[in-house]
């Protein structure tokens, strides 16, 4: 009897905040996940044509690009549209959870959330 291993799952952060991009990033790690990192919107679309991520956190309030922006081309793209994007954010208030997933996202957590709450929300929509 052989044993594969199930193929690492890699997951794209996109966070401003180089504390929270650390922690979560940690986190993820240590459940067995590869963390590919991005500070902005720009490069995270560079980095996701470059090699698309199974899952992408993704931040709203983001320099350069904003979040829902970034959802939206990548729901244009015929690769990205496949992969889930979950959307955190602190600003919350006016309809954001709905704006997100009219953006392309798959989920919408509010900040802060825990990393464990994170996970959960990756293993939720990973294929």
């Given at each position: 009897?052989?044993?594969?291993?199930?193929?690492?799952?890699?997951?794209?952060?996109?966070?401003?905040?180089?504390?929270?991009?650390?922690?979560?990033?940690?986190?993820?790690?240590?459940?067995?996940?590869?963390?590919?990192?991005?500070?902005?919107?720009?490069?995270?679309?560079?980095?996701?044509?470059?090699?698309?991520?199974?899952?992408?956190?993704?931040?709203?309030?983001?320099?350069?690009?904003?979040?829902?922006?970034?959802?939206?081309?990548?729901?244009?793209?015929?690769?990205?549209?496949?992969?889930?994007?979950?959307?955190?954010?602190?600003?919350?208030?006016?309809?954001?959870?709905?704006?997100?997933?009219?953006?392309g996202c798959s989920l919408a957590l509010?900040?802060?959330?825990?990393?464990?709450?994170?996970?959960?929300?990756?293993?939720?929509?990973?294929?």
């Amino acid at each position: 009897m052989s044993y594969t291993a199930a193929p690492v799952k890699t997951i794209m952060l996109v966070e401003d905040s180089a504390d929270l991009r650390a922690t979560y990033a940690a986190h993820l790690e240590t459940l067995g996940f590869d963390v590919v990192h991005a500070q902005d919107g720009l490069e995270a679309l560079m980095l996701a044509k470059a090699q698309p991520p199974d899952v992408v956190i993704l931040d709203i309030a983001l320099p350069k690009l904003d979040g829902f922006y970034v959802a939206e081309l990548w729901k244009r793209d015929p690769v990205m549209a496949r992969v889930p994007v979950i959307a955190v954010s602190a600003y919350t208030d006016g309809g954001y959870k709905e704006r997100a997933i009219r953006s392309g996202c798959s989920l919408a957590l509010e900040k802060p959330c825990t990393p464990g709450e994170l996970a959960a929300s990756i293993r939720a929509v990973l294929p």
